[in-house]
T-cell receptor, first 112, second 120 residues
Framework: GDSVTQMEGPVTLSEEAFLTINCTYT??????LFWYVQYPGEGLQLLLK?????DKGSNKGFEATYRKETTSFHLEKGSVQVSDSAVYFC???????????FGPGTSLSVIP | EAGVVQSPRYKIIEKKQPVAFWCNPI?????LYWYRQNLGQGPELLIR????????DSQLPKDRFSAERLKGVDSTLKIQPAELGDSAVYLC??????????????????FGPGTRLTVT
């Protein structure tokens, strides 16, 4: 069945370090891909999305490119801040209004 | 604009007791979702509503779980009786829905803060 795999955490980085969180998916067709973020004590928020191959989603300095050939959607940020500490979920959706299929999440801690 | 509202935020009950969770979606959103998030995992869909109609409840354990969405707005998810394995965070989400299919962002799901259930 459809699924999402992402790198295990927790990930601990120093402030201003480069961040990569790997994400790969298994799905037929052309799903939409998402990164959600969950800050401590808060609900899930959509961070960025891409709806077709080679699309790049970006928001708040984070980027991810939809790579159909490698079925990947890796999250990157050039310089992380303490405020980026959160759990990041990679996810896919097969069709509009369908359920979102989430990966297990990757916890990120950024230390000063 | 108010986001998705859920209550209670936390609930502790003994096994075999009933429990109910309430969700108020964003005003104007026709599609409503209930997800369950186990510790250390991503959320998994329990049920999806289009207005009052449950269009996908294939993952809802119907022997003990029930849900309703009267008048196509608020929704309630109930567990009776609760089991130890039901301890999780229950998330509600909403999106504009099929009536706005021409809007490419209409399927974006907005999540509430969740209800953390502990069954002892």
């Amino acid at each position: 069945g459809d699924s999402v795999t992402q790198m295990e955490g927790p990930v601990t980085l120093s402030e201003e370090a480069f961040l990569t969180i790997n994400c790969t998916y298994t799905a037929t067709g052309y799903p939409s891909l998402f990164w959600y973020v969950q800050y401590p004590g808060e609900g899930l928020q959509l961070l960025l999305k891409a709806t077709k191959a080679d699309d790049k989603g970006s928001n708040k300095g984070f980027e991810a490119t939809y790579r159909k050939e490698t079925t990947s959607f890796h999250l990157e940020k050039g310089s992380v801040q303490v405020s980026d500490s959160a759990v990041y979920f990679c996810a896919l959706m097969k069709t509009s209004y369908d359920k979102v299929i989430f990966g297990p999440g990757t916890s990120l801690s950024v230390i000063p | 604009e108010a986001g998705v509202v859920q209550s209670p935020r936390y609930k502790i009950i003994e096994k075999k007791q009933p429990v109910a969770f309430w969700c108020n979606p964003i005003s104007g959103h026709n599609t409503l979702y209930w997800y369950r998030q186990n510790l250390g995992q991503g959320p998994e869909l329990l049920i999806r509503y289009e207005n009052e109609e449950a269009v996908d409840d294939s993952q809802l354990p119907k022997d003990r779980f029930s849900a309703e969405r009267l008048k196509g707005v608020d929704s309630t998810l109930k567990i009776q009786p609760a089991e130890l394995g039901d301890s999780a965070v229950y998330l509600c989400a909403s999106s504009l829905g099929l009536l706005f299919v021409a809007d490419p962002d209409s399927y974006e799901q907005y999540f509430g803060p969740g209800t953390r259930l502990t069954v002892t």
